[in-house]
């Protein structure tokens, strides 16, 4: 069964970059040919694509973040992680990471784990 | 940006059918799926590629996609059913992945 973990920093100040990294276990996640994504939901709203990453490094954004994002993988850990710059009371939410099947396996794709979510709050 | 509308709420009495819509421009030509989330918890998918449901998922959950509306349909809902419930596709002109607006399902 795999399972995922985010982790880091609750609280990030105005202007400073948001670091998070997602730990996976009970699979590799070199394995297959799965993606890797960030979704954040703002309390009380709804959820918000913010990329994904193959773990050859190619990496696909959400528009409207593209500029403040950047994904990155460490194989050798089992990791992933979320860098985004800039940030501003708009960025407060809850941040999940997710497996994703990716359309070349099922046609459309989806998200079929996800982590439990880590509330990262902008504040000075 | 290729956008995904649901209706903010509906209800449904017990037993009966909940039906949740995503609208978006020519959502029939992408595929469509759902999940839904209960308070404090991470979504979890309901339907795939339209129509599909994953295992363990009930029957009574089932999708269609056609023109510019993936629709959701809870047949014989359940108490249980109350959620939130987001449409999602797969843009592939920006490459991205797009969640619709969401619908709370309450079941009276």
């Known amino acids: 069964q795999v399972q995922l973990q985010e982790s880091g920093p609750g609280l990030v100040k105005p202007s400073q970059t948001l670091s998070l990294t997602c730990t996976v276990s009970g699979g590799s996640i070199s394995s297959g040919s799965y993606y890797w994504s960030w979704i954040r939901q703002p309390a009380g709203k709804g959820l918000e694509?913010?990329?994904?990453?193959?773990?050859?490094?190619?990496?696909?954004?959400?528009?409207?973040?593209?500029?403040?994002?950047?994904?990155?993988?460490?194989?050798?850990?089992?990791?992933?992680?979320?860098?985004?710059?800039?940030?501003?009371?708009?960025?407060?939410?809850?941040?999940?990471?997710?497996?994703?099947?990716?359309?070349?396996?099922?046609?459309?794709?989806?998200?079929?784990?996800?982590?439990?979510?880590?509330?990262?709050?902008?504040?000075? | 940006s290729y956008e995904l509308t649901q209706p903010p709420s509906v209800s449904v009495s017990p037993g009966q059918t909940a039906i949740i819509t995503c609208s978006g421009d020519k959502l029939g030509d992408k595929y469509a799926c759902w999940y839904h989330q209960k308070p404090g918890q991470s979504p979890v998918l309901v339907i795939y590629q339209d129509t599909k449901r994953p295992s363990g998922i009930p029957e009574r959950f089932s999708g269609s996609n056609s023109g510019n509306t993936a629709t959701l349909t809870i047949s014989g809902t359940q108490a249980m059913d109350e959620a939130d419930y987001y449409c999602q596709a797969w843009d592939s002109s920006t490459a991205s992945y797009v969640f619709g607006t969401g619908t709370k399902v309450t079941v009276l």
């Open chain 1, 49 to 124: 694509w913010i990329g994904r990453i193959y773990t050859s490094g190619s990496t696909n954004y959400n528009p409207s973040l593209k500029s403040r994002v950047t994904i990155s993988v460490d194989t050798s850990k089992n990791q992933f992680s979320l860098k985004l710059s800039s940030v501003t009371a708009a960025d407060t939410a809850v941040y999940y990471c997710a497996r994703q099947i990716p359309p070349s396996m099922v046609r459309g794709g989806f998200f079929d784990y996800w982590g439990q979510g880590t509330l990262v709050t902008v504040s000075s």
